[in-house]
Nanobody
Framework: QVQLVESGGGLVQPGGSLRLSCVAS????????MNWYRRPPGKEREFVAY???????SYRDSVKGRFTVSRDNAKSTMYLEMNSLKPEDTAVYYC?????????WGEGTQVTVSS
C-alpha cells in the first residue's frame, strides 16, 4: 500500500527557509517521478515541483530560483528546499505520485510565512 508522509513545515518569517521531506513506502521509489503540490488558504491545490525518477526537475514559475526539489532513493525520500520564502508561499504542502493511473497523496504539512 502506497504511503506518503510529509514533514518539515512550520512558521517562518519572510525571507526565511524551510526544508520539507516526503517519506514514501509501498512502491519502488526509485522508479517513479514525484510531485510537490500546495493548497494556499482559500484557493485550489496547485503544482509546485516535479522530480523524475532520473532526477530531472521542473517547477512552477513563481518558485523558480527559490525552491529546489531533490530525492534520496536509498531513503525513499523526496525533499523540497524552500528559500527566500514569501507570504504568498503560505499553504499546506503535499507530496504526490501516480501509480497505475491512481493518484496518491500525503496528509500535507503546513507552511506559514509571516512576520
Amino acid at each position: 500500500q502506497v504511503q506518503l508522509v510529509e514533514s518539515g513545515g512550520g512558521l517562518v518569517q519572510p525571507g526565511g527557509s524551510l526544508r520539507l521531506s516526503c517519506v514514501a513506502s509501498g512502491f519502488t521509489f526509485s522508479e517513479y517521478g514525484m510531485n510537490w503540490y500546495r493548497r494556499p488558504p482559500g484557493k485550489e491545490r496547485e503544482f509546485v515541483a516535479y522530480i523524475r525518477s532520473g532526477g530531472g526537475t521542473s517547477y512552477r514559475d513563481s518558485v523558480k530560483g527559490r525552491f529546489t526539489v531533490s530525492r534520496d532513493n536509498a531513503k525513499s525520500t523526496m525533499y523540497l528546499e524552500m528559500n527566500s520564502l514569501k507570504p504568498e508561499d503560505t499553504a499546506v504542502y503535499y507530496c504526490n505520485m501516480n501509480l497505475d493511473w491512481t493518484d496518491y497523496w500525503g496528509e500535507g504539512t503546513q507552511v506559514t510565512v509571516s512576520s
